[in-house]
């Protein structure tokens, strides 16, 4: 089992950024591929990035390619999410992921243990 546990949101103004990290407690991480999601307030749940188990392939969402990156450090059990040129419509409370498999996936039901979630607010 591998527990997500977030951090690093917060309020930023547009055009700002925001790291956000996850830990994944329970076991190494480095067979699992990692996603990150996010439900603007009212909305459902949408994918935002997701990484291989190996760092080697990345999946971004169309609204976030280009402004974010995901990226993965196994030996720490983290994955970041560097989020730049914020937008008020990135405005959500960002959840991280993880599956038992090494390919990342966009779909919200591929994943098998999620965080409780970190809130960010993006101003305008």
């Known amino acids: 089992q591998v527990q997500p546990v977030e951090s690093g949101g917060g309020l930023v103004q547009a055009g700002g950024s925001l790291r956000l990290s996850c830990v994944a407690s329970?076991?190494?991480?480095?067979?699992?591929?990692m996603g990150w999601f996010r439900q603007p307030p009212g909305k459902g749940r949408e994918f935002v990035a997701a990484?291989?188990?190996?760092?080697?392939?990345?999946l971004y969402a169309d609204s976030v390619k280009d402004r974010f990156t995901i990226s993965r450090d196994n030996a720490e059990s983290t994955v970041y999410l560097q989020m730049n040129n914020l937008k008020p419509e990135d405005t959500a409370v960002y959840y991280c992921?993880?599956?038992?498999?090494?390919?990342?996936?966009?779909?919200?039901?591929?994943?098998?243990?999620w965080g409780q979630g970190t809130p960010v607010t993006v101003s305008s």
């Open positions: 992921a993880s599956r038992i498999y090494s390919i990342a996936l966009q779909t919200a039901s591929g994943y098998d243990y």
């Open positions: 329970g076991r190494t991480i480095g067979n699992y591929a």
């Open positions: 990484i291989s188990g190996s760092g080697e392939s990345t």
